[in-house]
């Protein structure tokens, strides 16, 4: 199944599971009820999600005047990257981290922002933060930022539904066990619906990000090395917002593992497995070296 009907497939799945618990809560009042305060809460995030993603991630936006000759080389490289893929320059911001990870956020490609943390710039190579940041970008065109969004919201919806269940819902309807399974069973779904989205789209942006940089061994070396990156150096912020894993390039709570139903990510073999057969297909040749040593205390561009 494509990608994106697969998404909506998995959005219509969502929704209707947001309906039935709305049902079994309330019946047809606690429904519309539940709905409109779901409402409220996808318009607020809508319009506020970038704000919102990076405020928890501790994101700071490179300034036009910055001083970093990294950092400036590396939003002059973003900003390239953008323009080639025929997107409007989103805004760019750096979070101070070891661990080496990225994402993009924003409701559509006017309103985008992308990050990288400083550890992505001080382990990957210039081609292979190239490939990272084409790969946000690409979420960025396919407009996932809004998607995760949207699914984010309405699986908190489903949550506070199936707590409400246990308090106020309707004993004709199931009784107090059925309740319970409501609160359990519930957001567990929900959750597994919003991961299987997630990994979805993964893929795509894989493969949009190794065309808009022109080489998939830039990405697919990249997703390794932050692989073994993000195992070994914590992300504290992330750690202490776990819902928002699913937005960076690789699952950024340490030592989780990727492609199984409670799992925010494919594994990182899979996505290398795309990439190098889609460079097959681009007819491009794999490098010499795929992980040059080029690294220093400076950076791998100092």
Not at 20 to 45: E, Q, R
Not at 216 to 233: C, F, H, M, Q, T
Not at 278 to 289: F, I, K, Q, W, Y
Request: net charge positive; with cysteine.
């Amino acid at each position: 199944m494509p990608g994106t009907m697969k998404t909506f497939v998995l959005l219509a799945a969502m929704t209707a599971l947001f309906m039935a618990v709305g049902y079994l809560v309330g019946g047809v009042v606690g429904m519309a009820i539940a709905f409109a305060i779901a409402l409220m809460l996808n318009v607020y995030s809508w319009w506020n999600a970038d704000k919102i993603v990076l405020r928890m991630q501790g994101a700071r936006e490179i300034s036009p005047d910055e001083r970093s000759p990294i950092f400036r080389t590396f939003a002059n490289d973003t900003r390239a990257l953008a323009a080639h893929a025929g997107l409007p320059t989103p805004r760019i911001y750096i979070i101070d981290t070891p661990q080496p990870n990225a994402f993009a956020t924003g409701r559509n490609p006017k309103n985008a922002a992308v990050c990288a943390t400083t550890g992505l710039l001080n382990t990957l190579t210039r081609e292979e933060v190239s490939g990272v940041m084409a790969h946000e970008l690409a979420h960025v065109a396919h407009r996932d930022t809004l998607t995760m969004t949207v699914t984010a919201t309405l699986a908190g919806a489903i949550g506070m539904l199936a707590n409400f269940a246990i308090f106020f819902g309707d004993r004709s309807r199931g009784g107090i066990f059925a309740s319970i399974a409501i609160m359990i069973f519930a957001p567990m779904a929900a959750g597994l619906v919003q991961m299987a989205i997630s990994r979805s789209r993964e893929y795509e942006a894989d493969k949009r990000g190794a065309e808009i940089c022109g080489n998939p061994y830039w990405l697919a070396s990249a997703l390794e090395k932050i692989d073994r990156g993000a195992r070994s150096n914590l992300n504290q912020r992330a750690e202490a917002n776990p819902a928002m894993a699913h937005v960076y390039i690789m699952n950024p709570l340490a030592g989780r593992k990727g492609d199984n139903l409670f799992s925010t990510h494919p594994s990182t073999a899979n996505r290398v497995e795309a990439l190098h057969k889609l460079a097959m297909d681009m007819n491009v040749a794999p490098p010499e070296r795929l992980y040059p040593e080029t690294v220093t205390a400076r950076g791998p561009w100092g």
